[in-house]
């Protein structure tokens, strides 16, 4: 029997993955002359840094593109460039508020579970009425020693918080890591297809393309 529902942040609850792109396509033109960053953005670097820390995308882009700098510095430029967009541009994901009211709310324990910086989401709360939804229950990776999805440390301490056994919650996700972090921490998990495509999601239990695809009483 389903008692929780544990959402991802980011291309789950709040719209964040054109900003991402935005600004990590100006980072890449800040350190690298490749041609068609775009291009090589979208084909071998975001499936590999979504879910992942600040620090940790910094790193995988350096590796991939070849460009120097300390990765603490790096991650920092980074962080200032989303603090901006953060700041002015985010938004829910369209179809979350509608379906949290309608089949979440009152029925069963919710919290987010993340990876976003908290500097970030701190952002985020000032735009938008996250507490409104989902109260203190609002969970990081550095809650469980900066261990990045796949890894199921996440998931499996906010289950821990919410007082719900693993086999308990359904987590909502939109990447591959994070759905390889819900089947590892034991959960269910439900696929939008906000930032993946479907092809890229195959581990979830349903793929959907929008909120209102989704009956929880299907599960």
Known sequence: MIKA?????????????????RGDIK??????????????????????????????????????????GEPEDL?????VTMENLFENDIKFIDGFVDFFNAQVKNIYKTAIGTAIKKELMTLVEKKLPIREFFGKDVYHIY??????????????????QLGVAPE?????????????AAKRAGMKCIALTTTFHKDKLTEADIIV???KNINLDEI
């Open 5 to 21: 529902i544990i959402f991802d942040a980011e291309g789950v609850v709040i719209d964040t993955h054109s900003l991402w792109v």
């Open 27 to 68: 980072f890449i033109k800040n350190h690298s002359s490749v041609q068609n960053p775009e291009k090589i953005y979208h084909e071998n670097i975001v499936s590999k840094i979504v879910g992942h820390s600040i620090l940790d995308g910094a790193i995988v882009m350096q590796k991939i593109l070849g460009f120097p």
């Open 75 to 79: 991650a920092k430029e980074r962080m």
């Open 143 to 160: 809650d469980v020693g900066n261990i990045s999805k796949p890894n199921p440390d996440i998931f499996l301490y906010t289950a821990k």
């Open 168 to 180: 308990e919650c359904v987590v909502i996700e939109d990447a591959p890591n994070g759905i390889k």
């Open 209 to 211: 393309e929008h909120f």
